[in-house]
């Protein structure tokens, strides 16, 4: 079964810095993707970036990029130039892509807070 | 404009009162699947459905049901409520089973459903 770990409950970055956020994942499936959701306080799920398994190079959107480390089933999250309005909960997803369903699992969230 | 939409937005009910919560999309997309969201576990699928009259269990189904007899609904329902079933629940779909087959084809939610059962 896959699993995604975030081992970072919580997290605290000043605006204007730099902070990544960790996860690591297991699967057996060579073809999948990875995703990084924003929650903000409203709760909506807010999907941030994504990457496919396939594709070697580090997907990227705008202060958002990702260090995908496919050998080490690691995908964090860098966000550069942290905003206050980035302060939320943040969960790293898999899904493999074959089979006859998909789902997401979902990491257990880090809770970034972003302080003036 | 594209989404989807989940009523009640929030819910306080009492223990075995049934209740249904319902999820609705305008996006013509195939696949439709319920998640709960509790403190320390993130979310986990409750059940999915791959089209009109095809739906099975994610990985947390017990104490739930749902129905798909239109494509645009998907309604979660719980017969006889507990509460441990106490929890966010969001309503998802997507264009294709598979969730992503190119760039914008992912997964949309809900708003979600904040669900109390004393």
């Known amino acids: 079964a896959q699993t995604v770990t975030q081992s970072q409950p919580e997290m605290s970055v000043q605006e204007a810095e730099t902070v990544t956020l960790s996860c690591t994942y297991d699967t057996s499936e060579n073809n999948y993707y990875l995703f990084w959701y924003k929650q903000p306080p409203s709760r909506q799920m807010i999907l941030v970036i994504r990457?496919?398994?396939?594709?070697?190079q580090n997907a990227t959107e705008n202060r958002f990029s990702v260090n995908f480390q496919k050998a080490a089933k690691s995908f964090s999250l860098k966000i550069s130039d942290s905003q206050l309005g980035d302060t939320a909960m943040y969960f790293c997803a898999f899904t493999e892509t074959t089979g006859t369903a998909s789902k997401l699992t979902f990491g257990t969230g880090t809770r970034l807070q972003v302080t003036l | 404009e594209a989404q989807v939409t989940q009523n009640p937005r929030y819910l306080i009910t009492v223990t075995g009162k049934k209740l249904t919560v319902t999820c609705s999309q305008n996006?013509?997309?195939?696949?439709m699947s319920w998640y709960r969201q509790d403190p320390g576990l993130g979310l986990r699928q409750i059940y999915y459905?791959?089209?009109?009259?095809?739906?099975d269990k994610g990985d947390v189904p017990e104490g739930y049901k749902v129905s798909r007899k239109e494509k645009r609904n998907f309604p979660l329902i719980l017969e006889s409520p507990s509460p441990n079933q106490t929890s966010l629940y969001f309503c998802?779909?997507?264009?294709?089973?598979?969730?992503?087959?190119?760039?914008?084809?992912?997964?949309?939610f809900g708003p979600g459903t904040r669900l109390t059962v004393l």
């Open positions: 990457q496919e398994a396939y594709k070697q």
């Open positions: 998802a779909s997507s264009l294709s089973i598979f969730l992503v087959t190119a760039q914008g084809d992912e997964q949309f």
């Open positions: 459905s791959m089209n009109v009259e095809v739906t």
């Open positions: 996006m013509n997309h195939e696949y």
